[in-house]
């Protein structure tokens, strides 16, 4: 019997690097997949713009009519809720993801391998979003061009940008949270409308948390729901770099509690799987 | 008659089908549930900083909130299958009930029943009694907004996915389209001015749905009922016939579907 | 000697689940229900050693699997996997075992196959190099390269399979776990995954652990055979002796237009049937298929004849009435 034994030929190097890398891949992996699928991504444009259509309707009808007794609209609302659309369209269904290979018993492939399953599928899920963020972002810019509208100044694109791109990650987590309870709970539907419910309110989807009442604009602005849409969109209608300071440092607080908190969930999960086959 | 009583006999089962897990459908009514409360606050806080917008105040955003999750949700109970049907239709699912002597499309869309639907069809009535400021004289009115917003809203969709006979990657395509009525079904009709209004009163018939049934109850005419019947008239005789020309193509055997 | 690649020694697994109680008294109390999917095995595999483990349904053969992958911890008992305890060093034995789920897939769906392979190459921290080396190697011994390209949920299940067999083998493992790899395979299908597994274990000193319901994979792949049942081992024998004592065995199924056909030979017993089917039993040790044959084909009359192995479960039944 010949024999050439098989050796390991991976060279272990600094695990965290590794796992770096193995997310890049994924991360790859993730704008393929939804670059591939262009006419989703083209229907999710078209989505896009109908509903700037309405919104735009909407705040345009409220900035022109001036009714006694009404709260002034600050700038050009119609600009804020591109911004926050814009994050919430690019946001891919992680949480149906999670619940699928949890509850479908699939994970087990991805336990057999040598890298954390959790970290990879937020990478491939970040992947997806990269691509709906560009995607939906040039749909945006041709929508303001053609509506003839005041474009942000330069300086404010680039803070919608960064802040965009982490208040993607905020929402991925936040809706990771709701997949993660996969591991406890059949559907994870209920949990699901809950964070969406408040990414609506507390995030100020429609309308800048600014314009709520005092106790309710000060627990949006500290909650990870702002952190996801408002301190961007904000940069919309009154750019700042010191806004921009402040929003930032909330994202990345938040990116690091909910990171913590989905580990969490994850290991206490993977411990209940481990310990009895499956769910 | 025959037809009518299977009809409702297919309807009831689904119904049951949607209640047999009834964990399942306690959260999927109740999220529905939040889900529908949460809008109506965005809404109300709207109200609160702004007033009105192009006339319209709390009370007419509710009474056409109210109409749409009333009848999306009748819709939903009562006619489900059309929410896939473009699926059904794709995946040869026709051909059974082809074999079966009796009418095709009732019986398609009495094939499902949705559990959430339930949810929309209480927060849909709670807000019209407690937000819209309606009296008891204003009930006829409501009932016949209903039913034509319905007819309307179900015809679009039969429409859409009866498209599905002629193209493959209709199945998207018209779920979309189904979507995108319900977007514009969901803010004030007031705002909508141009082109948007032309839309809403065609392809995507947000107009006949539910902004002229609001209309109706508001001011209610006959002219406003007649346009009003006129519009769900005109749209279930788009549908039918639609459906009818795919139908005819799809035994053919022209059709992408099967 | 070297070690052991598996050492099992009283591995054991419980499951416990809550049982209600039908109609309301159930949403009040429910009682607890224990059930012993492995109770206690013991056995060893050797380096290079191609082994399978097989048994009905529920005999814990997929749960014995697990718990040797590092995907479910025991209730009680030890085992040892290439040096490793493999729920504790998981992650560290994945570099070093490779997994094939025939029921489950592996890879990417939408992807094809070749962005898979490039993925599990940054998972398992292959250098580029060895990596490209191995998929080329692995790509003409397996013919995939007109499959690479193609997104893997397009492609028939067989060709599925061997990428999914490829891509358990890409970072060289030294351990190859196989549950159900032929499961659903047309007979081309098989044969091609059964050659393939054998010879490449046997160019790289691999050692194998497959689950099979069907007997040729046992028969062609594996050196030995270890049976069970109700979580326990009945049986731990080398294939050639299992083939002599139970596998030694073909059911012909002969149609005929009149009655049915008596065939006098030793070694053919004649099974009960309905009326024009024959259905015979021939111990192949005493006696060739073909001679079976011939003799039914001289009574006259015969309008189909079929020939197959019998299935797993009668081979275990057999098993099981012979072990007591």
């Known amino acids: 019997m010949t024999s050439t034994p098989l050796s390991v030929e991976a060279v272990r190097a600094p695990s965290f690097a590794r796992t770096l890398a193995a997310m890049g891949a994924a991360l790859r992996v993730g704008v393929g997949q939804t670059a591939a699928a262009w006419p989703v991504l083209g229907g999710r444009c078209l989505f896009y713009a109908l509903i700037m259509v309405v919104l735009s309707a909407l705040w345009d009808r409220v900035a022109a009519e001036r009714v006694a007794g009404a709260i002034a609209v600050p700038g050009d609302l119609a600009v804020y809720v591109g911004v926050t659309e814009w994050i919430t369209l690019s946001i891919p269904a992680l949480h149906l993801k999670l619940e699928d290979e949890i509850r479908g018993g699939l994970l087990e492939p991805h336990l057999l391998r040598p890298k954390p399953y959790f970290a990879l599928a937020f990478a491939q899920g970040f992947g997806a979003a990269l691509v709906r963020l560009a995607a939906l972002g040039v749909t945006g810019l041709v929508l303001l061009e053609v509506s003839g509208r005041a474009a942000p100044p330069p300086s404010a694109l680039g803070f919608i940008l960064v802040l965009g791109l982490l208040g993607v990650a905020c929402g991925m987590l936040l809706y990771a949270l709701a997949g993660l309870m996969a591991f406890w709970a059949r559907r994870t539907l209920p949990f699901q409308l809950v964070i969406q419910k408040l990414m609506f309110l507390m995030g100020g989807l429609f309308a800048p948390v600014s314009l709520y009442p005092g106790w309710l604009r000060q627990a949006s602005e500290a909650s990870p729901f702002a952190a996801h849409l408002y301190w961007a969109g904000a940069q919309a209608i009154a750019p700042s770099a010191a806004m921009f300071a402040r929003g930032l440092a909330w994202q990345v607080a938040w990116i690091v509690l909910l990171t913590l908190a989905c580990l969490a969930l994850w290991r206490a999960g993977l411990a209940k799987v481990l310990r009895r086959g499956g769910v | 008659m025959r037809l009518v009583r299977l009809y409702f006999e297919e309807v009831a089962a689904a119904i049951r089908c949607a209640f047999a897990d009834r964990a399942n459908f306690a959260i999927q009514v109740g999220g529905m549930l939040l889900n529908n409360g949460v809008f109506l606050a965005l809404w109300w806080m709207f109200f609160a900083g702004f007033r009105s917008v192009g006339g319209w105040g709390l009370a007419d955003m509710a009474l056409m909130l109210g109409l749409m999750m009333t009848l999306f949700g009748l819709c939903g109970v009562l006619l489900g299958g059309y929410r896939d049907l473009a699926a059904t239709i794709l995946r040869g699912e026709i051909d059974a009930i082809l074999t079966q002597p009796t009418g095709v499309l009732p019986r398609l869309l009495a094939r499902e029943s949705s559990a959430t639907a339930w949810g929309d069809i209480v927060g849909g009535l709670v807000v019209l009694t407690l937000f819209a400021h309606l009296g008891w004289r204003d009930l006829p009115a409501v009932a016949l907004a209903l039913v034509c917003g319905m007819a309307v809203f179900a015809s679009a969709g039969i429409a859409f996915a009866s498209l599905a006979f002629w193209a493959a990657g209709a199945r998207s395509f018209a779920r979309d389209l189904t979507d995108f009525t319900l977007l514009f079904s969901s803010y004030p009709g007031s705002i909508y001015r141009g082109a948007v209004k032309v839309v809403a009163f065609t392809v995507l018939p947000a107009g006949f749905v539910v902004m002229l049934p609001v209309k109706l109850v508001r001011a209610p005419g006959w002219e406003s009922a007649g346009l009003v019947v006129l519009g769900a008239a005109l749209y279930m005789a788009l549908a039918c016939g639609l459906f009818d020309l795919g139908l005819r193509r799809y035994r053919r055997g022209a059709s992408s579907a099967g | ?324």
């Open chain 3, 1 to 324: 000697m070297t070690t052991p690649a598996i050492t099992v020694r009283q591995l054991r697994k419980t499951y416990s689940y809550g049982r209600r109680a039908p109609g309301w008294r159930g949403i009040l109390s429910s009682e607890t229900v224990t059930l012993d999917a492995v109770a206690g095995v013991d056995f060893e595999v050797a380096r290079g050693e191609r082994v399978a483990i097989i048994g009905p349904n529920g005999a814990g053969k997929s749960t014995t699997l697990k718990m040797l992958s590092g995907v479910l911890e025991p209730t009680g008992g030890s085992a040892e996997v290439l040096g490793l305890t493999p729920w504790r060093a998981r992650q560290a034995l994945a570099y070093r075992i490779g997994v094939v789920f025939g029921q489950r897939s592996q890879l990417w769906a939408e992807l094809p196959a070749r962005d898979s392979f490039r993925l599990l190459r940054r998972v398992y921290d292959q250098e580029a190099a060895s990596f490209e080396r191995r998929l080329g190697e692995l790509t003409e011994r397996f013919g995939l390269a007109e499959i690479l390209n193609q997104p893997v949920g397009r492609m028939s299940l067989g060709q599925r399979m061997r990428c999914e067999i490829t891509a358990s083998l890409l970072h060289g493992p030294e351990l190859l776990f196989l549950d159900e790899p032929t499961i659903g395979l047309d007979v081309t299908a098989k044969a091609a995954i059964r050659d393939f597994v054998r010879d490449h274990a046997r160019d790289h000193g691999q050692t194998v652990l497959l689950t099979s319901h069907d007997t040729r994979d046992i028969e062609l792949v594996c050196e030995r055979v270890i049976v069970v049942n109700r979580g326990r081992i009945v049986v731990d024998q080398p294939t050639d002796q299992l083939r002599k004592r139970f596998l030694g065995r073909k059911v012909i199924t002969l149609q005929s237009a009149g009655a049915a056909i008596a065939v006098d030979l030793p070694g053919v017993t004649t099974r009960p049937s309905q009326a024009h089917t024959t259905i015979l039993e021939v111990d192949t040790r005493q006696v060739r298929v073909e001679q079976v044959i011939a003799a039914a084909l001289a009574a006259g009359g015969i309008e189909d004849v079929t020939i197959e192995d019998p299935p797993m479960e009668e081979v275990i039944h057999d098993i099981y009435a012979a072990v007591g």
